[in-house]
């Protein structure tokens, strides 16, 4: 899995930053997508092009589709800027990881038979961003 090279909005530790659940649009889905991706960028200060960056897509891409001017399907750009806010930074992996990564490895059952699993099993059970069984992987 690869890192983005910066936290997600979701894991933010800058104190500037309001939590981000509480913000307007939280959590992120296909019908508010362009709304939130127009409230990050007010309330981080960061550009269109950052945002497109971190979801790996090309800037004029990211504005034809916030603009409602995209030709073609915006579904996969918005399942792209989804993906990227229900990221978190995995502190046993040091890497941006999305939310059913930690559901495979928190929610499954002590992996004892082999020793580095059965650590970040263990790490994962008093980490912050551990889902619960219930909610679908929302942490």
């Known amino acids: 899995m690869s890192t983005i090279g910066t936290t997600t909005i979701d894991t933010a530790a800058d104190a500037d930053v309001q939590n981000p659940q509480d913000w307007k649009h939280y959590p992120v889905t296909a019908t508010n997508w362009i709304d939130a991706c127009h409230e990050e960028k007010e309330k981080l200060g960061i550009s269109y092009a950052e945002i497109a960056r971190r979801i790996k897509y090309a ?69 912050a961003h551990k889902p619960d069984s219930d909610k679908g992987g929302q942490s």
């Open 59 to 127: 800037r004029p891409s990211l504005s034809l589709a916030l603009s409602g001017n995209y030709t073609g399907n915006t579904k996969t750009i918005a399942d792209a800027y989804i993906t990227y806010r229900t990221q978190v930074l995995c502190p046993y992996a040091s890497e941006t990881v999305d939310r059913q990564y930690c559901r495979n490895h928190a929610l499954t059952d002590a992996p004892t038979h082999n020793p580095a699993a059965l650590r970040h099993w263990r790490a994962c059970q008093g980490c």
